[in-house]
């Protein structure tokens, strides 16, 4: 065998060159393959640009153009990123922390083929025999069919008349396989002692000025008369009537009851994507009740019927994941054998990854971030591919440092197969562990897009970056903590794994809660504090905008700002929005114009007219303080701060918005950037921005560490500190050391996740944890501390 190196071998690298993709300032960079690469700097540095923005964007663009014209039509296109040069690059697969669709019909099941091959098993075993996959399947109902039946064989057509035909299907018929119906509270929807006019109908949107006056009139309704006053056809003809053709003032239209309305237009729609008021109003007149006829488990009687080893498919599905797999292991059946194993490797890679603790019929939509990114992983645990390049966004979020360690282990496994992994993260246990890292920076912002180290983690720790500064930097435990003011009780918490939990959280200090992933944490929260009265809970959620949205719209700041343009230059505020009166009329105020090239990339070109700024060029005309809305849109938070604090542009409600979202450590983002952009650390400090000014006397916040360099975590800390000295309580669910040292008081769960977890295994403050190290946390709190 020759040991010439062979020419192929030698394309051991990824190379970038000049890459310009949003705040990266022509950056060129050598990434080994075949190695773990991470990605550090602070937040908003460019990491995320330079690795899913220009180098996975890429591969993906790539291999769209290997499929026929045909297909690329269907497909979303993707423009090239700007970028000089790309070698090396190879197939890439993302793993982002994007939250799974919240479609009320996927569960962990669905979404991981869990639930396809346990169908599988009961089609062939299940006793009494129902019928094919489908019989067992929530998703898909049973139907019934007469007639003229054809079939095609050997080029003949065969017609047979059949009565009954039944295609069978899993779905209970009552709640339509989504296991609650929901049920209307009337007085929350009209106020029975008003008439219409006098606003008696409580439904968003609803105003008797509009065409909904009209078409109540033109159904018949009396918009004088008290609601409560209305006869029983009339109550029908408002609530309930079917959609019905009216002619009103000469305009046809159709007129349907407002329950129907209101189910298709708010309870068709994920809760979380409507608008504030909207949400509060449905979980104000919707009452979701478990469905009395399969239980909740979404399935008909029939497929509940059939048994193996005396348990249906929904007793499986409800099994914690962890007892699942011992059940499988259990079944002895080689007929199935092929299938037992993979449904045997699937369930195992769950527990591997620190997610034995769910349900295959938890729904995908209440998974946390974290808990979706490992769910996604699962299905790459298995693969036969090698030498891809695998793309991780922070893996190690919602994760407890005792799971960090398996995290670990996985990412290092996918190494050793031969991949290329890329990692963008923060904490210094999974820096550790790479091979490689590339560290951007030095700021945040315009401040950043430049790679200020390369190298090992050894010569990164020598190198004076941020990031190399603060690797090994330790919050220490408080030597006093501060007096709480009161407590907040919770009585026999029993949501999901809690085990009748009871416990006081004290008030007006720092309250941080931990535990290992799936610990009870979140159910505590959501399921006994976030629903009191003034207690503002402040989560990951996405943020929901159009690429029109960004910090200015989404924080309320471009109100009063628009007004003080209007006022200074005599004019409608309308004219100062992108969105309104004074937006471009070429690009219709987005700033750039979009070409659909049919089934070529669709190209984003700046606008010419406006030259990307969105506004009419008179508008630009009337400025404020020397500034034109344009200019103003571009500038940073600090600097607006600044300008709207002093001077000819003191606009205090605006300067009260930009001194909120400079304190959450966002005084890098510029007030027009979309927010399409924003990372998931970003979102959150947002959101917290705008939430600071609610009136609310308890914080509750879910990881806000989560894409916080370890240099932003200490002004993180700062505010939190600022908060609770201002008089409000804050309660943190987190796993970061650096918050549980620094916590007035800490309530931990477990001792396990799961059926493991749910209660309280230590209160107290944070040095009484660490001396007592009775706990997982406790262990881990004191190895980071030192102590």
């Known amino acids: 065998m020759s040991t010439a190196p062979h020419a192929a071998d030698s394309h051991d690298l990824i190379r970038v060159l000049g890459a310009r993709v949003n705040n990266l300032k022509d950056v060129s960079v050598e990434i080994p393959k075949r190695r773990l690469t991470v990605f550090t700097g602070v937040s908003g540095s460019g990491k995320s640009s330079l690795v899913f923005d220009t180098i996975a964007a890429e591969s993906q663009r790539l291999i769209n153009e290997t499929y026929s014209a045909f297909l690329q039509g269907f497909m979303p296109s993707l423009a090239r990123p700007e970028v000089d040069l790309l070698e090396g690059l190879t197939t890439a697969i993302l793993v982002d922390q994007e939250r799974m669709g919240a479609n009320p019909r996927s569960t962990v099941g669905t979404a991981t083929d869990a639930n396809a091959m346990l169908r599988i098993l009961f089609s062939r075993l299940g006793s009494p025999y129902i019928g094919p996959p489908t019989a067992f399947a929530f998703n898909v109902p049973t139907r019934k069919a007469s007639g003229v039946m054809s079939t095609e064989k050997g080029g003949r057509v065969e017609k047979n008349v059949v009565r009954e035909a039944v295609y069978l299907g899993g779905m209970c018929p009552k709640c339509e396989g989504m296991g609650a119906l929901n049920d209307f509270d009337l007085t929350a929807m009209y106020d029975e002692s008003k008439s219409l006019n006098e606003g008696g109908l409580m439904v968003p949107g609803y105003s008797m000025e509009g065409w909904y006056g009209r078409l109540f009139q033109g159904i018949g309704l009396d918009l004088d008369k008290p609601i409560g006053k209305y006869t029983k056809?009339?109550?029908?003809?408002?609530?309930?009537?079917?959609?019905?053709?009216?002619k009103v003032e000469g305009v046809n239209l159709t007129y349907e009851g407002v329950i129907p309305k209101v189910q298709k237009s708010m309870l068709s729609k994920d809760v979380d994507s409507l608008q504030p008021h909207v949400r509060r109003?449905?979980?104000?007149?919707?009452?979701?009740?478990?469905?009395?006829?399969?239980?909740?488990?979404?399935?008909?009687?029939?497929?509940?019927?059939?048994?193996?080893?005396?348990?249906?498919?929904?007793?499986l599905c409800a099994m914690q994941v962890s007892d699942l797999a011992d059940w499988v292991r259990e079944l002895e059946e080689p007929s199935v054998a092929p299938l037992l194993a993979g449904l045997q490797h699937l369930l195992d890679s769950f527990t591997r990854i620190g997610l034995g603790y769910l349900s295959l019929d938890r729904p995908a939509g209440t998974l946390s971030g974290g808990e979706a990114q490992r769910t996604k992983m699962i299905r790459h645990l298995g693969s036969s591919l090698t030498d891809v390049t695998y793309v991780f966004d922070e893996p190690t979020i919602g994760l407890h440092p005792h799971d960090i360690a398996r995290m670990n282990d996985l990412l290092l496994q996918l190494r050793d197969k031969g991949n290329t992994v890329l990692v963008v993260e923060h904490k210094p246990e999974t820096i550790a562990i790479a091979d490689h890292v590339v560290d951007l920076g030095p700021g945040a912002g315009s401040g950043g897009g430049e790679v200020v180290f390369e190298g090992t983690v050894e010569e990164l720790r020598k190198s004076d970056t941020v990031t190399g500064r603060h690797l090994d930097y330790r919050a220490?435990?408080?030597?006093?903590?501060?007096?709480?003011?009161?407590?907040?009780?919770?009585?026999?918490?029993?949501?999901?794994?809690?085990?009748?939990?009871?416990?006081?959280?004290?008030?007006?200090?720092?309250?941080?809660?931990?535990?290992?992933?799936?610990?009870g944490k979140s159910s505590l929260v959501q399921g006994s504090i976030a629903n009191r009265d003034g207690v503002v809970l402040v989560d990951q959620g996405a943020i929901r905008g159009s690429r029109r949205s960004n910090p200015a719209t989404y924080t309320g700041l471009l109100e009063p700002v628009r007004k003080a343009f209007a006022k200074a230059n005599g004019v409608k505020p309308a004219l100062f929005s992108s969105n309104s009166e004074g937006a471009c009329p070429d690009c219709n105020g987005a700033g750039v114009i979009v070409t659909e090239l049919g089934v070529m990339a669709t190209v984003e070109s700046t606008c010419e007219t406006c030259e990307g700024r969105r506004f009419q060029a008179s508008v630009l005309e009337y400025t404020l303080g020397g500034k034109n809305i344009a200019e103003v849109l571009a500038m940073p938070v600090t600097e607006a701060e600044e300008f709207f604090g002093t001077g000819e542009a003191r606009t205090p409600a605006a300067h009260a918005i930009l001194e909120r979202l400079a304190d959450v450590g966002l005084g890098?983002?510029?007030?027009?950037?979309?927010?399409?952009?924003?990372?998931?650390?970003?979102?959150?400090?947002?959101?917290?921005?705008?939430q600071m000014a609610e009136k609310g006397d308890v914080y509750v916040l879910d990881e806000p560490t989560t894409g916080l360099h370890?240099?932003?975590?200490?002004?993180?800390?700062g505010l939190l500190d600022r908060l609770v000295d201002s008089g409000r309580s804050v309660i943190v669910i987190e796993h970061h050391q650096a918050v549980m040292a620094h916590a007035d008081w800490i309530v931990d769960l477990g001792p396990g996740a799961g059926n493991d977890g749910g209660r309280i295994v230590f209160e107290g403050t944070p040095a009484d944890l660490v001396a007592a190290r009775s706990t997982l946390t406790g262990q881990h709190l004191a190895e980071y501390v030192g102590a």
């Open 668 to 690: 890098y983002l510029t007030l027009g950037q979309p927010l399409s952009t924003l990372s998931g650390g970003e979102r959150q400090r947002i959101k917290l921005a705008t």
């Open 710 to 717: 370890l240099a932003d975590v200490e002004n993180l800390l």
């Open 233 to 246: 056809k009339e109550m029908a003809d408002l609530l309930y009537k079917e959609p019905t053709k009216i």
């Open 476 to 519: 220490r435990t408080k030597d006093s903590v501060r007096t709480p003011t009161g407590a907040l009780e919770v009585r026999g918490a029993s949501a999901h794994n809690l085990e009748d939990v009871d416990v006081d959280i004290p008030l007006g200090v720092l309250v941080v809660l931990t535990g290992v992933a799936g610990s």
């Open 281 to 315: 109003f449905v979980e104000r007149v919707v009452t979701f009740t478990t469905c009395p006829e399969c239980e909740g488990t979404r399935l008909s009687a029939e497929a509940r019927s059939s048994r193996i080893g005396g348990k249906n498919i929904a007793d």
